[in-house]
């Protein structure tokens, strides 16, 4: 099993460009999460999915958008890239349980908003 | 909205101790509660979960115990090693979708 994978790991954009990062796992999680990662600031959430084609807002929503059209893939857009979104992305996933529900992470992508 | 705060920010100690990491959340309406690694430049690895109705867990030389009335959980290392330098993180899951809440972290350097 491949766990969670993101792709791309790296990607630098220039001031309004937009691009699309993928985070797909193979373990069927029903629950599916973007974070970013800033120094000092932790982990946030921006946006999660409980379903296929299902979405809701995070803490730090504005300015990303998502799609979960597939249960294995959740997809985090941002159509007009601003230097503030400048981070970690991670991506995570888990099983519907809340009790026993355990979160695994992708690997991370490191983008730089210029 | 859950607060979560972890102490120390930072810890550097010398190798053999045994260590202390500390995480308390303001919401004790929990499901669970993760202890996560992060090592510089990865992703955010799974050491241990306690669900709500546990007091404690154990993998190895790591421990962690619960305590959700006063809103405290602790991650116990023994007998630390250069290896165990890492930045660790804590993740009470609350509210109706189960959403964690991340704390800082602790950052822990081991040295030889």
């Known amino acids: 099993n491949a766990g969670v994978t993101q792709t791309p790991k790296f990607r630098v954009l220039k001031t309004g460009q937009s691009m699309t990062l993928l985070c797909a796992q193979d373990?069927?999680?029903?629950?599916m999460y973007w974070y970013r990662q800033d120094p000092g600031m932790g982990l946030r959430l921006i946006h999660y999915?409980?379903?296929?084609?299902?979405?809701a807002k995070g803490e730090v929503p504005d300015g990303y958008n998502v799609s979960r059209l597939k249960k294995q893939n959740f997809l985090l857009g941002l159509e007009s890239a601003a230097p503030s979104q400048t981070s970690v992305y991670f991506c995570?996933?888990?099983?519907?349980?809340?009790?026993?529900?355990?979160?695994?992470f992708g690997p991370g992508t490191r983008l730089t908003v210029l | 909205k859950q607060e979560v705060t972890q102490i120390p920010a930072a810890l550097s100690v010398p190798e053999g101790e045994n260590l202390v990491l500390n995480c308390s959340f303001t919401?004790?309406?929990?499901?669970?509660l993760q202890w996560f690694r992060q090592d510089p430049g990865k992703g955010l690895t799974s050491l241990l979960l306690?669900?709500?109705?546990?007091r404690e867990q154990t993998s190895g030389r790591l421990n962690a115990s619960l305590d959700k009335s006063s809103g405290r959980s602790t991650l116990y290392i023994a007998a630390s090693q250069p290896g165990d330098s890492a930045t660790y993180l804590c993740?009470?899951?609350?509210?109706?979708?189960?959403?964690?809440?991340f704390g800082r972290g602790t950052s822990l350097i081991v040295h030889p």
């Open positions: 995570a996933s888990s099983y519907s349980d809340r009790g026993t529900t355990e979160q695994f």
């Open positions: 373990m069927n999680h029903e629950y």
């Open positions: 999915s409980v379903g296929e084609g299902t979405t």
């Open positions: 919401d004790s309406a929990i499901y669970n």
């Open positions: 306690i669900q709500s109705s546990q």
């Open positions: 993740a009470p899951g609350s509210g109706g979708s189960y959403i964690p809440t």
